[in-house]
């Protein structure tokens, strides 16, 4: 495949990997679904319709979809965003820090390598990383956090991996303990724009991102219905510069966006949300357009 694979979070939506619900979701009930990472018990014929819905605006927006199938003991399954990472020139494979969701990472990689995109790193053993936290921001600069989902090794690595590919600098943040993965406070909405959540992004990350040419947009934590990982407001997508999909419920992130220009497609995720995910967290991105940075 010639050309950069995913330079950044905010290029032309071109190709994503996804998985629909099934009957693993029943796994989960009013006594286990602790264990299985999940907020409550999820009403699956709702969550699939939550998901398709997802996918029929990524086909209207002219997004070719592929889908994992099976995974029939793995809940998490839908959150297709978490098993891998897209990076320039090809795919990292996570290394899943609880056991309940190990294993969908190989229905994955399959997945990946029969589509014909390349596997430059699979995590090793103690190597703990997962595809939601971290982003390409540019062909140049990539963020990633570090915490219970990500250690410390997990870290190093993606950084060597990425590096090979041709990024320049990884600007690391620390995931605070009450968030999963860095994806549920920081998302990128324009080639040189990223939200981020003022109470809950480190001074030294910003900085280092305005000194590499970033514009920093915080939201307040008080624009946040519930709370940060509540409804995940800013885990979001964007189809392109300028352009993204959010879960509904959010209108005060909702109303801060478009008074910055970002155009907003609404979809409803609040039985998904019951998994501790929301439309980041369902998207595995294959492929974007690279966009200018002039």
């Not at 619900?21 to 319709?49: K, T």
Request: aromatic share 6%; net charge negative; hydrophobic share 40%.
């Amino acid at each position: 495949m010639g050309g950069l694979l995913v330079s950044s979070e905010v290029g032309r939506l071109r190709e994503v990997l996804m998985h629909v619900p099934g009957q693993e979701v029943s796994i989960v009930n009013e006594s286990n679904y602790r264990r299985y990472l999940f907020r409550s018990p999820v009403n699956l014929e709702e969550a699939r319709r939550e998901v398709e819905g997802l996918i029929e605006v990524y086909r209207k927006e002219g997004v070719q979809i592929h889908t994992v199938e099976g995974l029939t003991d793995k809940p998490n399954a839908m959150y297709a965003r978490d098993p891998f990472f897209m990076g320039p020139s090809g795919a990292i494979i996570s290394r899943f820090m609880y056991e309940v969701r190990r294993g969908e990472e190989r229905a994955f990689k399959d997945k990946i390598e029969g589509l014909g995109y390349p596997i430059v790193k699979v995590m090793e053993d103690d190597e703990v990383f997962e595809g939601g936290n971290a982003m390409m921001l540019s062909p140049k600069v990539a963020i990633a956090g570090v915490g219970e989902r990500t250690n410390r090794k997990g870290l190093w690595s993606f950084i060597e991996t990425v590096k090979s590919m041709g990024v320049e600098e990884v600007v690391e943040v620390q995931v605070p303990i009450n968030v999963i993965h860095i994806d549920e406070y920081i998302a990128q909405v324009d080639v040189r724009t990223i939200v981020t959540v003022r109470q809950m992004f480190p001074w030294e990350a910003m900085d280092r991102l305005q000194r590499l040419g970033f514009n920093v947009l915080p939201m307040e934590y008080s624009q946040l219905p519930g709370g940060v990982s509540a409804r995940l407001c800013l885990n979001m997508v964007a189809l392109r510069p300028l352009k993204v999909v959010m879960g509904s419920g959010c209108d005060p992130v909702r109303k801060a966006l478009e008074s910055e220009g970002v155009d907003v497609i609404e979809v409803k995720i609040d039985e998904v949300l019951k998994g501790g995910g929301g439309v980041h967290c369902l998207t595995g991105v294959l492929r974007r357009d690279q966009v200018s940075e002039s």
